[in-house]
């Protein structure tokens, strides 16, 4: 299965100067990467017109170009009356092939529920977007309820939701309490746990689909991955790369990361 890093800059940099360069640095470092690993790159939207562009002609002269363009979130219709919003056909315009929904900062702070998001994914999936699915508990508690609340995440998440679109599907498994914006936020390492939760993710999407595809979805990780730490995430059995918040918006520690995965 390819290996996936998904570069979440979230609402950063403050400038296009700033973002055109963070996006020169990126893509010149994935020039390094070995094959079958696929950067993904979700700027804000402000800045999905600089790059789009740079993307298209890019696939043109190197065949195989491991960089894509996604997006942070999307609306559930195409058009309309719906101030504030982008739509998937939009993004698809803008040659972004990936959204990112589900992301806790959406849920905690935007009040996104299960239902939306559901929304949102079915629409984005039948516009022709793969989706980087985000779940993962708020807290860690003693009596192991955070795997129902992961079970019911991807349950309601990705309620009817056919089978034959699984494979534009990517979970990122992001427990809240791991990722660096939150105070004493410190990422998931241990390999055991890691995957553990990966083999209950895809053992609740066995139970939900029934069919072998489930197998095929990458899962990856997500919460305060960077320079120093971004290694206990390669090669582990179930994972399938990992997402990167704040560490992608940072010169130093995309050359690290990249140049180490080379
Ligand atoms: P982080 O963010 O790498 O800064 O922890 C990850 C995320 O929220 O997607």
Redesign the pocket.
């Known amino acids: 299965m390819k290996q996936l890093i998904?570069a979440?800059w979230?609402m950063n940099p403050q400038n296009a100067g700033e973002a055109q360069n963070i996006f020169n640095f990126t893509y010149k470092s994935s020039d390094k990467l070995k094959k079958g690993v696929e950067i993904i790159i979700c700027p804000p939207f402000v800045y999905i017109p600089l790059f789009s562009k740079k993307i298209t002609a890019g696939a043109g002269i190197k065949k195989n170009l491991n960089i894509k363009l996604g997006a942070q979130n999307c609306f559930f219709e195409s058009k309309g009356a719906f101030t504030g919003e982008i739509s998937p056909s939009m993004l698809r315009n803008l040659n972004c092939e990936y959204v990112?929904l589900g992301?806790?900062?959406r849920r905690n702070i935007f009040s996104e529920t299960n239902d939306l998001i559901n929304k949102k994914i079915k629409f984005a999936l039948k516009s022709g977007l793969n989706i980087i699915f985000?779940v993962g508990e708020n807290l860690r508690d003693e009596e192991f309820n955070y795997f129902n609340f992961i079970k019911n995440q991807i349950e309601e998440g990705l309620k009817d939701v056919a089978a034959r679109e699984l494979n534009h599907m990517v979970i990122?498994y992001?427990p809240v309490w791991?990722?660096?914006?939150n105070k004493d936020?410190k990422?998931m390492e241990n390999e055991n746990d890691l995957n553990t939760i990966a083999v209950f993710i895809r053992k609740t999407l066995f139970n939900m689909f029934k069919t072998k595809k489930i197998f095929e979805i990458p899962i990856i990780y997500?919460?305060?991955?960077?320079k120093d730490n971004f290694k206990s995430f390669l090669n582990i059995h179930d994972l399938s790369g990992f997402?990167?918040?704040?560490?992608?918006v940072k010169a130093e520690e995309i050359k690290k990361i990249f140049g180490g995965i080379l």
């Open positions: 998904v979440n979230k990112i992301h806790s900062e985000c990122a992001e791991a990722i660096s914006s936020a990422a997500g919460g305060s991955v960077n997402l990167i918040g704040g560490a992608s």
